[in-house]
């Protein structure tokens, strides 16, 4: 939930935004509890952990989400009424298929990165999940892949990051099985009450796949913006200016509810 404070700066520099703040730790992050063996997470396990984090949860809340947690956002305005939605580079890669299936363009693989993640987890081929991990997210150039990192800086990220991640990538791939459409759904109905937001600087892997996110975003009347600097972390690296982005959003949103 640290990555959001500068966001409850922002908010409180904008009086028509004046509320209550909620910055759940999702399953394995903070001090949340790590998921349980048994059976696969889903996004609907991670939604109804937000929903419980609410004082109220029959009043609609804004949300906002970054990377996983963009897809949680989304599922929860697919299984919950949402007043807003804005989401920076959401892994919502079952979106293209879904949109695919109602006849948009999408012709990319957005799955192919997930199943790499989830086959090298299983395989505890920890090396090959960081190298797929890495090199689509934050590689800018073949200079800054996988294989150029220094064994201290690989162990970093894989470490914190591979068991509740691999969870993380579960809950997807069963997304594109069980409910994508729902996914698809409601972020047609939201229209421009939801915003996109990308990085300058997004990862060599994921550019084609945050092309067609936007394009697709744009062509459901979405709003898509640009941070100002950073990448796939700018919410962490650069906080300050993509809490200000964030904020903005939210306030064009809550300006189009009170036009309706």
Same mark, same amino acid.
């Given at each position: 939930?640290?990555?959001?404070?500068?966001?409850g700066?922002?908010l !409180?520099?904008?009086?028509?935004? !004046?509320?209550?703040?909620?910055?759940?730790?999702?399953?394995?992050?903070?001090?949340?509890?790590?998921?349980?063996?048994?059976?696969?997470?889903? &996004?609907?396990?991670?939604?109804r952990?937000?929903?419980?984090?609410?004082?109220?949860?029959?009043t609609?809340?804004?949300?906002?989400?970054?990377?996983?947690?963009?897809?949680?956002?989304?599922?929860?305005a697919?299984?919950?009424?949402?007043?807003g939605?804005?989401?920076?580079?959401?892994?919502?890669?079952?979106? &293209?298929?879904?949109?695919?299936?109602?006849?948009?363009?999408?012709?990319?693989?957005?799955?192919?990165?997930v199943?790499?993640?989830?086959?090298?987890?299983?395989?505890?081929?920890?090396? *090959?999940?960081?190298?797929?991990?890495?090199?689509?997210?934050f590689?800018?150039?073949?200079?800054?892949?996988?294989?150029?990192?220094?064994?201290d800086?690989?162990?970093?990220?894989?470490?914190?990051?591979?068991?509740h991640?691999?969870? *993380?990538?579960?809950?997807?791939?069963?997304?594109?099985?069980?409910?994508?459409?729902? /996914?698809?759904? !409601?972020?047609?109905?939201?229209?421009?009450?939801?915003?996109?937001? &990308?990085?300058?600087?997004?990862?060599?892997?994921?550019?084609?796949?945050?092309?067609? &996110?936007?394009?697709?975003?744009?062509?459901?009347?979405?709003?898509?913006?640009?941070?100002? /600097?950073?990448?796939?972390?700018?919410? @962490?690296?650069?906080?300050a200016?993509?809490?200000?982005? @964030?904020?903005?959003s939210?306030?064009?949103?809550?300006?189009?509810?009170?036009?309706?």
């Amino acid at each position: 939930y640290k990555q959001w404070t500068a966001l409850g700066a922002a908010l !409180a520099e904008v009086p028509e935004l !004046a509320s209550r703040l909620v910055a759940p730790n999702l399953f394995g992050s903070g001090r949340t509890a790590t998921w349980p063996a048994g059976r696969p997470q889903t &996004l609907d396990d991670q939604a109804r952990l937000v929903e419980a984090c609410l004082a109220d949860p029959e009043t609609p809340p804004f949300l906002v989400g970054h990377s996983h947690g963009g897809s949680v956002a989304l599922r929860y305005a697919a299984t919950h009424e949402a007043a807003g939605l804005v989401l920076f580079e959401p892994n919502a890669f079952f979106l &293209l298929e879904a949109a695919a299936a109602s006849g948009e363009d999408t012709a990319l693989d957005a799955l192919a990165f997930v199943h790499g993640l989830r086959r090298a987890a299983e395989a505890d081929a920890r090396d *090959e999940w960081g190298r797929t991990f890495w090199d689509f997210w934050f590689a800018q150039s073949p200079a800054d892949r996988w294989d150029a990192l220094p064994p201290d800086r690989r162990a970093k990220l894989v470490d914190p990051t591979l068991p509740h991640t691999y969870h *993380e990538v579960t809950s997807l791939l069963l997304a594109r099985d069980t409910s994508t459409p729902r /996914d698809f759904l !409601a972020l047609q109905a939201l229209a421009s009450r939801a915003h996109l937001l &990308l990085s300058p600087l997004p990862g060599l892997g994921a550019r084609p796949f945050l092309h067609q &996110l936007a394009a697709l975003f744009r062509r459901l009347q979405c709003a898509v913006h640009t941070a100002p /600097d950073g990448g796939h972390l700018a919410p @962490i690296t650069h906080a300050a200016p993509v809490a200000s982005l @964030i904020a903005g959003s939210l306030l064009a949103i809550s300006r189009q509810q009170e036009e309706r």
